[in-house]
């Protein structure tokens, strides 16, 4: 492990919810830290709604590796409010109405698979009379949510100097350069063989006068997430090849209609923003160090769970980078490509 026992200072390319993280976790093993970002408006982690759901898609189907990448995900974000005083994750319980009696016998299913029943609340919630929940519903818990922006100008906050505005590819002499590029990755020459699939995502926000809900309700193909004020988060939508982060009618459309199926009140939207998820290969996030050069690192692939992954995986990488062990298998580039 030549790199590892060098201490070398690291760069790291890319401010979003990646280099961030790994930012987090390089300084709490007390290494020298700068981080390049070239400020771009609209990014993934900028638009994102940062929502850790522990069940998903149409399968209910329980998120790869929860039961470790959870309770990580909650040291490392509550390691951060411990340091700054900052609340940046909040758990929230998350309500999940069902679309059909298939989806609810669905769940019936999969209650006899080890793990779901822990991720049932232990006091189910209401619906209440504001959602329609002909089908059932369930409460999670194992759930909530980032506000990534915020945790982003915490990082920078605690980088200082180290933060440093700017664009470049350059692959510093003197140390490691670890490329936390998002779907910008895609176009860098040195990980051309990596196979991204980005996935861009419309999301809305909403102002719902009369909606009291401190929980996350998620019904399938959309959900709302309270984030004060009487606003919500709202989508969102996967167009998969798409390259232009831009809102479309048909993108605004395509949620108001799922929202329609589960929400009983009106609502204005006073927002509609798009992103591009960084997505490669199964959803699976990838990092490593480049296979011919041994000190230029990725970490990238967050696609639409990196609240919740990033964590874990960061700090595995850091603790690679410090001499502490391997790359978890699953993730390491060079291993899955
Ligand atoms: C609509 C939508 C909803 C989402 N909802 C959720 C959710 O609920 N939960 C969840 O976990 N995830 C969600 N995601 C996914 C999440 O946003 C991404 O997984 C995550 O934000 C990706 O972070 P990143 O740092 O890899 O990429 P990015 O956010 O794209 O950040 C990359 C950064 O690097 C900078 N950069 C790139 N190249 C260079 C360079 N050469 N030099 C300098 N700077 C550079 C960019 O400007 C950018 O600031 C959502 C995404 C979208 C689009």
Known sequence: MAVASENLPITIIGGGLAGCVMAWALRARNREVVLLDRGEEVTASKVAAGIVNPVTGPKLTKTWRLEQL???????????????????????????LFNSPREARQWEKRLGSPGYVECLASVALDPGNDLKAQYGAI?????????????????????????????????????????CEGVSGAANPLFEWVPFKPAKGEILTLSIPGLDQQRIVNCGGAWLLPVGGGQFRCGAT?????SEPKPTAEG?????????????????????QAGIRPVVRESRLLCGMHPSQSRVGFFNGLGSKGVLNAPFFAGNFADYLCGGGPIDPEVDLCGNI
């Open 70 to 96: 959870w309770p990580a995900a909650l040291n490392f974000y509550d390691s951060i409010r411990k340091k700054t005083g900052r609340e940046v994750f909040r758990q929230m319980p998350l309500i999940r």
């Open 238 to 242: 996967y167009d998969w090849g798409c």
């Open 139 to 179: 409460t999670l818990e194992n759930s909530g949510y980032l506000g990534i922006p915020e945790f982003i100008a915490l990082t920078r906050e605690m980088l200082g100097a180290g933060w440093r505005s700017g664009q470049s590819r350059e692959v510093q002499e003197e140390g490691i350069t670890l490329f």
């Open 252 to 272: 605004r459309r395509v949620i108001e209609e799922r929202l329609g199926r589960f929400l009983q009140l009106p609502y204005e939207v006073i927002d509609h």
